[in-house]
């Protein structure tokens, strides 16, 4: 096929040019061309009335022009002009001759003609074989073979299926996929239809379609470069309020963070011209750093699914990379509070609670509120600062509060809570309350009143107590009378000992009892009723007195009688019986004791409260005689008449009180003497009367007159009480002394 196209050409090229190139350059006289005389002999050998002629006439022509300007010879070659005028040079061709070669020509066009639109393959088939003489051309079979798939790219390392469709009369059970290597059977499917499936493809791939004789020409399946990423990492800076140093995690995109931290993807790529990250239908563009290295920044502040994407020219989104971020936010902060009251003071409450968060805290604070206050309840909460340490995440804490510290008086409600802060930095702390709880501080008359029932059970207690020494003391003589009519000690012994055993305990109960009371009456008496020092001093001296007999006497009072069960010598158990007889007369002389002192201290106790009530009823005195002098004395049944008969008739309770005390002072020892207060008392009693009558009568001028110096026989009679302690107080302190 080479060498006919390459003849043709020669052939074709030599008659283009030797027939039509040179002679049309020749007539365009370019190149060599001939002569005037040349072209002469030429056109007189085509006519013979010509000949030579034309000639002669050039040659006159040259004659002239040596000879220079004749007459005769101009004439001459006019002459010869006029002759040559007659003749027409194109009749010297005659293409009617041509004609008679036209029979040739016509028959090979016609056919031509006919094949060029029947079947115009078959022209320009051959043809294309020819011009294309080093291409392979299949050999024409009755089937042919199309490539569907529309591009024969792929990417790196990835499948590519061939897919080829078959049509014609006849078709091949068998495609196969031939290499350089192998040939690979393809797979049919319906219609006609065969794949085959490249896998993992390196590097452009050269192949053929086989089927039996069939060998189709070279296919190329070029690979394009596949971006992908060879390792990433996530830098991990974490928000400041936590402290959490930064943490970096390498090839894993699913982690588990709080809210409000900064990741920095580092990711290394090969064959990548971009990266893009996607979360949910955002995406953003990696930031290229250097080399093949793309960076991004993002704040996280929910939990997002995302996916790495690499790209370039072929691959505008490549394989993506999958990964979660789990945000775990900042918690609220919690807190357990628990409270106990102080067994001696039930308003001083201690709190002891757990507060716990992700990070820390910014503050725990006790916030109170007096809802009876006079002025009405109080709209905002007071705040008590509590210490914690802040970074510590779970931590306990105590707080004691005394609630009448805080109202600043008795008889108050009072509603309190606690609240704990975190130190959230994102956004801001949030707190969290306990709920909202209420208590009420005793009033004055309901703690008089608590402590005189704690007075009264006490004095009953040390009664027991003495009577229960006096048991033990019947039960030891029982007993040793007993043993000196018996040689062995018996069952009914042993029985009189657990009895004395039982009784030992009862009487430590009381004494346990007693302490406990005295110790709340101390409390109560020196922070809301202002009792004397004198008798708090004398309290505390008999509370002291209590824990000795406790500690000492009582315990080993008891041990002794543990032993006694234990004890089957007779003589063993007569000394031990005579040292438990000795310990309870101590303990039951030191009762004795006790038990005087603590009717000294009630009895003082009962005297200062005395004075009080006439100093207080000294003040209200006053007050209703400068009310009486400005009343009008036409006036009855006055404020002041009502008034002054609650003042007669407290004064009245105070008198059969004062009666009382004075039999008291009579019978007990070391009391003050109260004869001189209750002369006093008489001479107050018959002014009141006084006064009565003058309020009745209208006389209020007089009635005020009377009032002030009832007022101060008031105050002369709780001056009075007051001596007679003072005194009291110093004969015992010289008894003591001597």
Excluded: C
């Excluded at 930031?287 to 793309?294: A, M, P």
């Excluded at 005195?621 to 007669?648: D, I, M, P, W, Y």
């Amino acid at each position: 096929r080479g060498l006919l196209l390459f003849s043709f050409i020669g052939i074709t090229g030599f008659i283009l040019v030797r027939y039509i190139f040179i002679p049309l350059f020749q007539l365009l006289k370019i190149g060599q061309i001939i002569s005037y005389k040349q072209a002469a002999v030429i056109i007189g050998s085509h006519f013979d009335e010509i000949r030579d002629k034309l000639l002669n006439t050039l040659q006159l022509l040259e004659m002239r022009g040596e000879a220079g300007d004749s007459p005769l010879l101009e004439a001459g070659i006019d002459q010869k002009i006029n002759t040559l005028k007659v003749f027409s040079f194109s009749s010297a061709i005659n293409l009617k001759k041509n004609l008679k070669y036209l029979k040739y020509v016509a028959f090979p066009v016609i056919i031509l003609l006919a094949v060029s639109i029947l079947s115009p393959g078959s022209i320009t088939d051959p043809t294309r074989r020819i011009v294309q003489f080093n291409r392979h051309f299949e050999k024409p079979l009755p089937f042919q073979v199309t490539i569907l798939n529309q591009s024969m790219q792929v990417m790196q390392q990835e499948n590519f299926e061939l897919r080829i469709k078959v049509t014609g009369e006849e078709i091949p059970t068998e495609f196969f996929v031939q290499t350089a290597d192998a040939r690979y059977k393809m797979e049919k499917d319906k219609g006609f239809r065969f794949t085959y499936l490249f896998r993992s493809v390196p590097s452009d791939l050269t192949f053929r379609i086989a089927a039996g004789d069939y060998l189709s020409e070279p296919y190329q399946l070029t690979v394009r470069p596949k971006p992908i990423i060879l390792n990433f990492e996530l830098m991990m800076e974490f928000p400041a309020y936590i402290k959490k140093p930064r943490e970096k995690v390498e090839n894993t995109g699913d982690v588990t963070v709080p809210e409000g931290t900064r990741i920095d993807w580092r990711v290394f790529t090969k064959d990548a011209s971009d990266v893009t990250i996607r979360f949910d239908s955002v995406k953003k563009l990696f930031e290229k750093q250097s080399g093949n290295r793309y960076g991004y920044s993002r704040i996280i502040s929910e939990t997002a699914s995302y996916a790495i994407l690499p790209g370039n020219i072929y691959a505008p989104a490549g394989d993506s990379l999958a990964y979660k971020i789990t945000v775990i936010p900042d918690g609220y902060p919690s807190i357990t509070v628990t409270s106990e009251q102080d067994p001696l003071l039930q308003t001083n409450l201690f709190f002891s609670g757990t507060v716990k968060d992700d990070y820390g805290f910014s503050s725990l604070s006790f916030f109170y509120r007096i809802e009876n206050s006079e002025r009405g309840n109080d709209t905002l909460f007071k705040q008590e600062k509590i210490d914690i340490n802040p970074a510590l995440v779970t931590q306990n804490f105590y707080y004691p509060v005394d609630l009448v510290k805080l109202s600043g008086k008795s008889g108050q409600h009072i509603s309190y809570f606690f609240e704990v802060r975190d130190n959230d930095g994102i956004h801001g702390p949030k707190a969290t309350r306990t709920a909202l709880q209420s208590m009420k501080t005793p009033t004055r008359e309901e703690i008089e009143e608590k402590t005189e029932k704690s007075s009264k059970a006490i004095e009953i207690n040390l009664t027991e107590s003495k009577q229960e020494t006096g048991k033990i003391e019947k039960n030891l003589e029982e007993l040793n009378r007993r043993l000196t009519e018996k040689s062995t000690v018996s069952w009914q012994e042993k029985k009189k000992i657990e009895e004395m055993i039982r009784t030992q305990e009862n009487l430590m109960q009381n004494m346990e009892t007693i302490n406990q009371k005295n110790k709340e009456n101390i409390i109560n008496e020196e922070k809301y009723l202002n009792t004397s020092e004198r008798i708090l001093e004398k309290q505390k001296r008999l509370s002291e007195l209590m824990e000795q007999l406790m500690t000492e006497e009582m315990k080993k009072m008891a041990e002794e009688m543990k032993k006694l069960l234990e004890a089957t010598d007779k003589l063993q158990l007569k000394t031990m019986m005579e040292k438990i007889e000795m310990n309870n007369k101590a303990l039951e002389q030191q009762l004795d004791r006790n038990l005087e002192l603590f009717k000294q201290i009630e009895f003082e106790r009962n005297v200062e409260e005395m004075a009080d009530a006439f100093k207080q009823k000294a003040e209200e005195e006053k007050n209703l005689a400068k009310l009486a002098e400005k009343e009008n004395s036409k006036t009855s049944g006055s404020e002041t008449e009502k008034e002054q008969k609650k003042v007669k008739e407290a004064l009245d309770s105070l008198n059969k009180k004062m009666d009382q005390l004075t039999e008291e002072s009579k019978k007990a020892e070391n009391a003050p003497d109260l004869k001189e207060a209750g002369k006093k008392m008489d001479s107050l009693q018959q002014r009141m009367e006084q006064i009565e009558k003058q309020l009745s009568g209208n006389q209020k001028k007089k009635a005020s007159e009377s009032m002030n110096k009832a007022a101060k026989e008031m105050e002369d009679m709780a001056e009075s009480l007051e001596s007679a302690l003072e005194q009291n107080e110093e004969e015992q302190l010289e008894e003591d002394v001597q």
